[in-house]
C-alpha cells in the first residue's frame, strides 16, 4: 500500500519549483502504482480509467478553485484541502465516465473492491542520527541533555514545581465551502373535503358493511353487487375525498377539450374525434336511462307551467303576476283574468274559460267519465269512448291528466273498447279500475303506466255481458278474522250489480240483479208485478247509474233505463229496500249530496232532474231548463245547494236556494266543442270540468258564487221542506 | 325513443329557447342549438353552477340533495335537472299562452 505522506504533498511556498517537482515525482509514482489499485472510497469499474487520465493537483491549476490568500511575500497561503483531489470520491459520475452509460451498462455486474484507505500522516518529525565517532563532542553534549531529560521526567512525577495545566488550542480559522446539489423536486397537491364529501364516503362504508353482514347471499349475488359498486366508481370519484382527480369536487368546470361538431337542429354530438366504444355506450345508458326519462318528465311540466303560469294561478286561487314581457304576444285568455281581477267586474256569477285538456289521441272520442285522484286531487282520469252502440267498435282510451301538465296527458292506456266507467280506489291510490263496453272491467296500476291491466275480467265467468255503467270502490267492513278491505262494486247494463274483491285473483260476487218494477202510482209501493199488457221482452232492469251511500257502505242507488231508481243493500240480493219513481227514462247519473245523509239528485234523458229525500218515493222537488236529455250532474264540493249538470247544448249551474226554476249560469256549447257528455266539479278549487263529444275536457272557473251557507245540511234542508211545502199546497189546490 | 320524444315535444313547446344534455365530463351528448359554441358555453358554465349549488346544498345537510335548479333572468329562464351522471338544461323565454 503506498502512503502518500502528506508532508510531501505540502509544498512551502517559498520553494514553488521545487516543490513542484517533488511533489509531481511523488504523483508519477503514486499514480503508477494506484493503476491496480482502488483508492478510497467506492469506484466503478469504469472509473479507474478515469483515475488515470486524471492530473494531479497543480497541473489541473487546482489552487484556482478556492479563495486566494496570498501572503505579503507574494506567495500563496491559501489552505489546502484535506485530501487531494485525486482521492477525493466524485460523485458526479458524468464527469468519471468516459462514455455514456447504457441500458445494458445498468444491467450488468459491477464489482465493488473495497480496500483500506491510504495512511493520512498528520505529523512526522525525522529522529536525527548523530554518529558519536564524527562528531564526538555533538555526540557528548546530546547524551548529556538526553540523560538530563530522562532526570527531569523521573523528576515530574509528583513534584511540586510541575503542574498540570491545560491550554487551549488556537481555534482554526473556518471557511464556509458552499457546495450545490441537484434541485429537489416539489410538488405541491392540495385538496378540499367538504362535510358532505365526508358523509357519503361514510354512507358508502357503511353500505357496503351492511352486505357484507348478509350471510344468506349467495356468492352470485355479491358478484353482482360488487359489479354494480365497480360501475359506479367512476361516477363515485366525486364522491371520495382523497383521490387528486380532475372530477374530484375541488377541481369543477373542467373545460371539455374536444372540439364537438352539432347535427341539425335535433341532433347528437358528433365529436371530431371517433368514441370508443365503451364511451358510446356509457352515452346510450345515459339516454336510455329511467331516470332520464322521469328527468324530461319533470323539466317538461316545469316548461308547460311556466307558460300557463297565469292560467294555473288562477286554479288555484293565487294572484295572478303581472311579468315584464319582451315579446308581443299576449294571450286573450291571461289578460281578460287579468282584466277581471282587476276590476271584479260582473256581479253575477258566471264561469271563466280557463284550459282544455285534449290532445291528438283522443280527438273524436266522446269522453265518458271523468274522476279526480281520491288522493292527489291533481291527477284526472279521463275515460274516452262512446254511449251508444256503433257498428265499428272503436278502441276506448283512459288517459291520466295532471293539472301541473295542461298540454300532454301523464299515463295513457289503450282498451279493446270503449271505455263508460271509471273509479279510481281509496286503499290503493295508483289503482285506476275501468268498466268497458263489452262489459269488461280493467283494473290499471298507474305508478308504472304499463299498458297491461293488473286485473281484468276477461276469463272470469261473472263479467258483464252489458257495457259497464258505472264502477265504486267500496269499503267494507270486514269481518272479524278480515281487514276492511276494498271491493269494487259495478253495475251495468245487463242487470247485475257485481262485487269484485282483489285479494286473491280477481273473484265476483253478484250482489243483486236488477228486477223489473212497474212505474206505481202514488200509494204503497209494490214489487214484483208483472203487467200483463206489456210483453215484457227481459225481467231483468239495465242499470244505468249507481252511487253507494258516503255514510252506510251497505246501501247504493241503483237507477234503471226504465227510470227507476232503487235503494238496495248488499246483504239483500233478491229484493229492494224502496224503489223511487219520478222519471220516466233511463236515469244516467245518481248522486247523493255530501252534505245531507238522505238526499240525493237523479239526472235523466227526460230532460229532468230529481230531488229526492231516501224516505220519500216521489221526488221532493223536479227541476228542468231545457229539451235535451241530461247526461250528467255533480254536486258541488263547497256549497250544499249548488249542482251541476250538462245537457247536449249546455251546461247548467244550478242554485237550489236561489232557486229551483232556473240555473243561474248557464254555458252554451260551440260547434267545435260538440256536446257536452260530462261535469265534475273541482274538489280543491273553485272550478267545473266539462267533457265533450269531441274529446276535450275544458276547464272553468267559478266566479262570484254565492258564499257557502255557514250550516250547509240546513240550508237544504229549508229548501227541501219549501219544495215540499209547496208541492202539498199544490197537491191540495188541485 | 320515448326519451326522443318527450324531448321533441319540450322543444316544440312555445318560449322553448334550447336544450341540452351534458355528461359528468362537461361534454354535450345532446343538443338542440345550432350554435356549437353556444352550446359548449352553456355546459360550462351551467355545469359549475350546479356542481356549486348542490356543493351549498349538501354543505348545509349532507342528506340533502339537489333535485332542481331554476333561474330566471330578465330575459329567459334557465331550468337545470342534475344527476349523478348527466345534467339536462332547459331555456326558455317567457310567453303567456299555453
Known sequence: MSQVKLQESIVTSSRPAAAGQSA????????????????????????????????????????????????DQGGEDTPKPLLEDDKKVSYDTKETMESPLTEADLEADVDIEISETDTIWLLDIKPKLVNPETDGDLAELIKQRNEAYKALLADKVGNDKYVAREMNTLEATKMTKPCQTDEIGRSEFGNTASGWDMFDSFQAQLEKEKADRFEKKTDEELAKEAEQQQGDDPLEDNRRPLEP?????????RQSTTPSVLDSEFGTVRESVAMTA???????????????????????????????????????HLPIIEL??????????????????????????????????????????????MVWNKQNKDILAVSYGKHEYEPEMKNGLVCCWSVKNIQQPERVFRTKSGVTALSWSTQFSYLLAAGLFDGHVLIFDVRTGSQEPVFDSYLSPGRHFGPVRQLEWVRKEAGKHEETQEVLVSASSDGRVIQWSIRKGFEFKELMKLKRVTTVLPGPSQKQKQQKADALISRQASGSSMAFNPNDKNVYLVGTEDGNLHKCSCSYNEQYLESYFGHSSPVYSVKWSPFLTDVFISCAADWTINLWQADRTRPVTTMGSSTKSINSLSWSPKSSCIFACVNDGQLEVWNMAHSTLDPIITEPTDEDTGRYTHVLFSDNSDSLLVGDAQGNVQVFKLENMPSAPKNQAEALDRVIQLALKTELNASQTA | AEVEETFKRILAHKGVVGVIIVNFDGIPIRSSFADSSLTVQYCALIQQLAHKSRSAIRDLDPGNDLTFLRIRSKKNEIMVAPDKDYLLVVVQEPCDQP
Do not use: M
Not at chain 1, 331516470?291 to 307551467?305: C, D, G, H, S
Not at chain 1, 282584466?339 to 284550459?355: E, I, N, T
Open chain 1, 278 to 316: 365503451e364511451e358510446q355506450a356509457q352515452l346510450d345508458a345515459i339516454l336510455t336511462s329511467p331516470k332520464l326519462k322521469q328527468t324530461l318528465f319533470i323539466i317538461e311540466r316545469a316548461v308547460v307551467q311556466n307558460n300557463s303560469q297565469n292560467l294555473l294561478a288562477t286554479y288555484r
Open chain 1, 24 to 71: 509531481a515525482n511523488a504523483s508519477k509514482k503514486a499514480r503508477q502504482s494506484r493503476k491496480g489499485f482502488y483508492a478510497s472510497g467506492l469506484y466503478a469499474s469504469r472509473a479507474t480509467s478515469g483515475v488515470s487520465s486524471r492530473k494531479s493537483g497543480e497541473e489541473k491549476g487546482v489552487w484556482s478553485k478556492y479563495p486566494r490568500l496570498p501572503n
Open chain 1, 245 to 253: 382527480t380532475s372530477k374530484s369536487p375541488a377541481f369543477v368546470g
Open chain 1, 324 to 369: 315584464d314581457k319582451t315579446g308581443d304576444s299576449e294571450a286573450e285568455a291571461s289578460q281578460a283574468l287579468l282584466v277581471r281581477q282587476k276590476s271584479g267586474a260582473s256581479l253575477s256569477p258566471h264561469l271563466a274559460y280557463l284550459w282544455r285538456y285534449s290532445c291528438p289521441a283522443v280527438k273524436g272520442q266522446a269522453v265518458t267519465c
